[in-house]
């Protein structure tokens, strides 16, 4: 996250950080996820690449620093990953997957799932309510990851602004939401994919998940805000 601060401990206990075995028992942290339920997370189709097989990959939750997880982290195995049928690796279109977990997690103070809006939530909630990003990816465009959980707010940007011409100029879709601010330096970034957006709805006193992070140019730069799959548009798939 560029332009975040460290998340206090416990916070967005729906964020799952998706880790790829690079060496004998060596896990290294690739994506961001959403926990949706006991045993699925959602993450973004462009995290896995050609690396389907469930085997590689775990989930990580409940956790707020990856180096020192600590006792109310959990650590899962993956079962199968299903990739949006419909995913398309030029246009980012449909960037969804689900990872269905190898057994159960708990819920708890620092794992619960995420309550997914019923439908589009239209334009007059999205200006009124306080909108953020988090994740364990890079705090700068060509910088680190970050071991502690970061956190941003966001504006939700509306469509024609963010494909207007010296933007991206009609690329963003109306099953893409743009987030973060046009100036630039609040954006996701790179290990970043896959995690969620998460905003306030005063009317439930409840947090939604309403995108996914899935594509940008670069990181926090000025007329390129972050891209995030519509996730509301998905209820039914997922």
């Keep these: 996250i560029v332009g975040g601060q460290n998340a206090p401990d416990g916070a967005w206990p ?5 880790q790829l075995r690079h060496s004998s028992l060596k896990y290294a942290h690739i994506c961001g996820g959403v926990l949706v339920s006991k045993n699925s997370v959602l993450t973004a189709a ?10 590689f990959w775990r989930a990580v ?3 707020h ?7 109310q982290a959990a650590r899962r195995t993956i079962r199968s990953i299903v990739v949006h049928p419909d995913f398309n690796r030029e246009t980012f279109e449909n960037d969804l997957a689900l990872f269905h977990l190898g057994s159960a997690v708990q819920f708890s103070g620092s794992i619960q799932p995420a309550c997914l809006s019923p439908q589009d939530l239209g334009p007059h909630l999205y200006n009124k309510t306080q909108c953020f990003i988090s994740g364990w990816g890079r705090t ?5 990851t970050s071991d502690v959980l970061q956190e941003a707010q966001v504006e939700i940007i509306p469509s024609n602004i963010c494909n207007s011409f010296g933007a991206y ?3 963003v879709n109306d099953k893409m939401i ?5 100036s630039g330096s609040i954006d996701a970034c790179q290990g970043d ?7 306030y709805d005063q009317s439930t006193s409840r947090f939604y998940v309403i995108g996914i992070a899935s594509y940008g140019l670069g990181c926090g730069r000025p007329r390129y805000p972050g891209v995030y799959v519509r996730l509301p548009l998905y209820r039914e798939w997922i």
């Design 14 to 18: 729906w964020t799952v950080s998706l």
């Design 46 to 55: 462009h995290c896995v690449k050609q690396r389907r097989n469930p085997y």
């Design 61 to 63: 939750l409940g956790v």
């Design 65 to 71: 620093n990856l180096r020192k997880p600590g006792s």
């Design 140 to 144: 700068e465009e060509k910088g680190k």
């Design 169 to 171: 100029e009609g690329l």
């Design 178 to 182: 743009c987030a973060g601010s046009m």
């Design 193 to 199: 994919s896959g995690g969620p957006l998460s905003c």
